[in-house]
């Protein structure tokens, strides 16, 4: 059965960055499509970013529009883990992160089988 557990949320000024960790442990995440959500009190689960693994060990990455040029996904086989790289932080990317997994790659919510707990990312103007 395959776990995740997201990690690196904290509070931050504008402008800052910070790094999310997804690490897996079960399963190989790399047999997994990945992809990151977020979620405020007032809306619903939003996609931010995934992942999908090509052979040789290779990536490709989808974004969605608000967050492209400022978050980068990445993966580590090595590690089990999945990042997210958030750069020029903004108040309006204030929301709890969460890390998904399953056998393809959607953006809607609904689609993806495994979630991890969410990791809350503040942003102060």
């Known amino acids: 059965q395959l776990q995740l557990v997201e990690s690196g949320g904290g509070l931050v000024q504008a402008g800052a960055s910070l790094r999310l960790s997804c690490a897996a442990s079960g399963c190989t995440i790399s047999s997994f499509a990945v992809a990151w959500f977020r979620q405020t009190p007032e809306k619903e689960r939003d996609f931010v970013s995934a992942?999908?693994?090509?052979?040789?060990?290779?990536?490709?990455?989808t974004y969605a529009d608000s967050v492209k040029g400022r978050f980068t996904i990445s993966g580590d086989n090595a590690k089990n883990t999945v990042y997210l790289q958030m750069s020029s932080l903004k108040p309006e990317d204030t929301a709890v992160y969460y890390c998904?997994?399953?056998?393809?790659?959607?953006?809607?919510?609904?689609?993806?089988?495994?979630w991890g707990q969410g990791t809350l990312v503040t942003v102060s103007s």
């Open positions: 998904a997994a399953g056998g393809a790659s959607y953006r809607t919510s609904q689609k993806w089988p495994y």
């Open positions: 992942i999908n693994w090509s052979a040789r060990n290779t990536y490709y990455a």
